[in-house]
């Protein structure tokens, strides 16, 4: 190619020095010595380190450049962000017939956007499944972290055409529209069953249905042990992100805890994002250092949250799952799902020949405490039995339909009534379900 | 002769199928620690990738957007710019394209809101990145780290348009904007489940081929890329070159993000932010920053991505293996990088110095 280097990862020598020198400034403005650098600090010191060899001249090692590694090195960096993307679809032709055969047993696929021991939503889930698969007759296959994209239609198909599966449960919020609903039509014969409560008469295919507990019932006797353990008077929130669900398990928190004594009050950090777990470790130290002595959670994996709690001496409250074991002495209680009673019973219905499409399956199907939907993780070591007592009372209030979470008069935390005086919200009231406000007593606020 | 194209030609074939050789015996390897028998594995991941016309079709509708997003850092890369910016132009391009296509809804034909929505995906993708260029040459910004914290910016830009100015009031518990019309979807293909996101993907990975390698456009990036002061001295508009590129590569991604909504979601949300945009990074680099190699590292790629499923169910392997495999392939590959003109068989014959004295006695004779 004549005099001109073509080479375009050679690098021209006014670059090397200058750059050289730049980095090196950049890199001692970024030194990952102070605790309080994140994730993303390292990313950017690795890159820097990348660059800076890569403006070394291009010396190769008989077997290996040093350049070879470094783009080896920036690639995986890059590969390993792409975690997220996943193990998408799965196979259709594949593994034969070993399969799809199996006389009369029924095959029951599920599926998770996370990994299954996340501690989290997914774990959840999972021991759902669990709870199912040594029920005779049933065979479950499974497939985890699979994202909300077209990589869950591939995964949902294969499960049909190839393991035979007559029902599925993808079980994350974002698989429903348009997934579901796409393969939903294009496989009319299949149950789609969908974590949510997203189902809408007439709206959605007859073999769609959608369950969905209340589990912010949980949050409220999860809030009354808080209540009872604070000494401060101030607990803590780490949510994802503002949305109905979050809020309501926020506000039945709150309102609990302030049952308990009136000035508490709870710090709400919102991060933004359901799986962030850099943020979730510096809210939860914020909170630390406010004073705040009980935190809870509603993020995808509670895991840092409780265990940085753990590290810092607060006491916590579980979420989706029991983190019992992350938090031997902080560990209060828990607002769990329980799931392995829902499916046992469409396990159940399966097998005795029910189905969405013949009507006798419920397309929607809701629940709290009471229905076994939700439930609260054992007590910890720490809880008083003045706290225990407290909140064996309210929980067998809530499952005798003596307790309504959401009665007037209740002030949203800008002083605004969004309950009226004498008002009982159910708890599948719109009002409750498109909450878009936070209880008196929260710290915080809603806006993006 | 001495000269042997053939030889040469056979270099790269031979070198990439050792990589991956070594890479199935190393992961091989692993799945027999592991437990599970590795030539089942194998067999597994080749019918689950490309086993029937329905894998394959799985296969190419996972590898679309990565042959877009792809270009985002191998165009730029032919110019001597590390650009890892891929996910906020996709992004950025998602939401572009949803704002055109809501702006529009159905008061012009399906056809003409589909151009117009590629476009405005296009544009909102190709400025993002081209602030990354323009940031780099005229004010000597690092175009590598820019372009990341441009992610996050774009990420971030998309949780507030989504959770707020842009959002349905109805999508309560997972923020999206309002669905595009139903007739401005793109379709599938005829006869198949693939949608036209992966004929974008191939027509501009051709494209970019073309501009790059055969046209004097893309000398001079190439020329930039090699030695800058010496594209300087040439005359060279070093600056236009490095922002236009960056334009065009922004604009790819962009079509990603475009094709990611209006052929798959429907509306944008979260989802548009699923690790396509660093999933292209790794094609771009493993193809070596060449536009056709990329689309097909794609599909090797999306097949990778389709054949986890089969791991978890058929073999018992934990979710993660797929990504184990598809880390061993890359690193073996980029290690491949390193065995160019290394090996013996493949070196030419270097030409003896002293004149052999018979050409010269021809020369004479005649």
Redesign the interface.
């Known amino acids: 190619m004549g005099a001109i280097p073509t080479n375009f990862y050679g690098h021209c020598p006014l670059r090397v020095s200058s750059v050289n020198r730049k980095f090196r400034r950049l890199r001692q403005d970024l030194t990952c010595s102070s605790p309080n650098y994140d994730g993303r600090t390292t990313i950017i010191c690795s890159i820097i380190r990348i660059l800076e060899s890569n403006a070394v001249h291009n010396r190769r090692i008989l077997s290996l450049s040093r350049r070879q590694v470094l783009r080896g090195l920036l690639a995986t960096t890059a590969f390993g962000v792409t975690a997220k993307l996943g193990t998408g679809c799965s196979p259709n032709g594949a593994g034969g017939g070993e399969a799809a055969a199996g006389g009369d047993e029924i095959v029951i696929g599920f599926i998770y956007v996370g990994p299954r021991d996340d501690y989290g939503y997914n774990q959840a889930h999972a021991e759902g499944a669990a709870g199912i698969s040594s029920l005779p007759g049933v065979r479950i296959v499974e497939e985890a972290s699979v994202p909300e994209t077209a990589a869950v239609q591939e995964t949902m198909r294969s499960m049909i055409e190839l393991d035979g599966a007559m029902a599925l449960f993808p079980t994350s919020f974002g698989y429903f529209d348009p997934h579901i609903l796409q393969l939903a039509e294009e496989f009319p014969e299949v149950q789609f069953l969908h974590a949510g409560g997203l189902y809408e008469e007439g709206v959605h295919p007859a073999n769609v249905g959608s369950y969905f507990g209340y589990i912010d019932e949980a949050q409220y006797v999860a809030g009354i042990v808080a209540g009872h353990m604070t000494k401060s008077g101030k607990l803590g929130f780490v949510a994802a992100k503002p949305i109905p669900q979050v809020l309501r398990n926020i506000n039945s928190f709150t309102k609990a805890a302030r049952s308990v004594n009136p000035n508490i009050t709870t710090q709400v950090i919102f991060t933004g994002d359901w799986a962030l777990p850099v943020k979730e470790a510096e809210a939860t130290n914020s909170m630390a250092d406010q004073g705040i002595d009980v935190v809870t959670c509603h993020v995808d994996s509670p895991k840092v949250v409780i265990e940085t709690a753990e590290r810092r001496g607060m006491f916590t409250s579980g979420y989706h799952a029991n983190q019992a074991d992350l938090a031997p002495t902080g560990y209060l209680t828990g607002a769990e799902w329980d799931w392995t009673s829902i499916y046992t019973q469409y396990a159940q219905m399966f097998l005795e020949g029910k189905s969405l499409m013949n009507g006798e399956i419920d397309h929607l199907v809701r629940g709290g405490l009471a229905d076994s939907f939700c439930k609260l993780s054992p007590y910890g070591a720490a809880v008083s039995d003045e706290a225990k007592a407290a909140a064996d009372a309210a929980r067998d209030q809530i499952i005798a339909g003596e307790l309504v979470l959401y009665e007037g008069e209740i002030k949203d935390n800008s002083g605004t009534v969004r309950v009226a005086a004498g008002q009982k919200l159910e708890q599948k009231s719109v009002e409750l379900e498109s909450m878009d406000w936070l209880i008196e007593g929260v710290e915080g606020s809603v806006g993006s | 002769m001495r000269d042997t194209p053939w030889l040469r030609k056979s270099e790269p074939l031979v070198i990439s199928a050792g990589a991956i050789a070594v890479a199935l015996a190393l992961f091989g390897l692993f799945c027999a620690i592991a437990g599970a028998n590795p030539f089942g594995v194998y067999?597994?991941i080749y019918?689950?990738?490309f086993?029937?016309s329905?894998?394959i079709q799985?296969t190419l509708?996972?590898a679309s957007p990565l042959m877009l997003s792809a270009l985002c850092t191998a165009l730029p890369?032919?110019?001597?710019l590390?650009i890892?910016g891929n996910e906020g132009a996709l992004v950025v391009g998602g939401v572009g394209a949803v704002a055109m296509g809501l702006s529009l809804g159905t008061s012009l034909p399906p056809l003409l809101v589909q151009t117009l929505m590629a476009i405005a995906g296009m544009v909102a993708g190709g400025v993002w990145i081209g602030i990354v260029g323009a940031l780099r040459h005229y004010r000597a910004v690092?175009e590598?780290?820019s372009s990341?914290l441009m992610n996050?910016i774009a990420i971030?830009l998309l949780?507030?348009l989504v959770?707020?100015p842009m959002r349905d009031p109805s999508s309560?518990?997972?923020?999206s904007t309002f669905p595009l019309a139903a007739a401005n979807m793109l379709g599938n293909l005829p006869g198949t489940r693939i949608h036209y996101g992966l004929i974008f993907g191939l027509v501009a990975c051709g494209v970019a081929y073309v501009l790059i390698q055969r046209t004097t456009f893309g000398f001079a990036a190439?020329?930039a890329?090699?030695?800058?002061?010496?594209?300087r001295i040439?005359g060279l508009p070093v600056g236009r070159l490095a922002v236009t590129i960056c334009f065009l590569a922004g604009a790819c991604a962009g079509l990603a993000g475009m094709v990611?909504v209006a052929a798959?979601?429907?509306v944008a949300?979260?989802?548009l932010n699923?690790?396509?945009g660093?999933?292209g990074?790794?094609v771009a680099?493993?193809a070596r920053?060449n536009p056709l190699a990329a689309a097909l590292i794609a599909v090797l790629v999306g097949g990778i991505?389709?054949?986890?499923?089969?791991?978890?169910?058929?073999h018992s392997l934990p979710?993660?293996?797929?990504?184990i495999f598809?880390?061993i392939m890359?690193?073996t590959i980029?290690?491949s990088?390193?065995l160019y003109g290394k090996l013996a068989f493949f070196r030419e014959q270097p030409v003896d110095i002293p004149p052999d004295p018979t050409p010269a006695a021809v020369e004479t004779t005649v």
Do not use: C, M, W
Request: overall charge positive.
């Open positions: 067999g597994s019918t689950a990738a086993g029937s329905s894998r799985g509708i996972l890369a032919r110019l001597g590390v890892i690092n590598t780290i990341l996050y971030a949780n507030h959770g707020g309560l518990n997972k923020p190439r020329t890329g090699g030695n800058v002061r010496a594209a040439a990611e798959v979601h429907g949300n979260e989802s699923a690790g396509y660093y999933g990074i790794l680099f493993v920053h991505v389709g054949s986890g499923g089969i791991l978890q169910r058929t979710d993660a293996t797929v990504l598809q880390g890359f690193l980029l290690y990088d390193s």
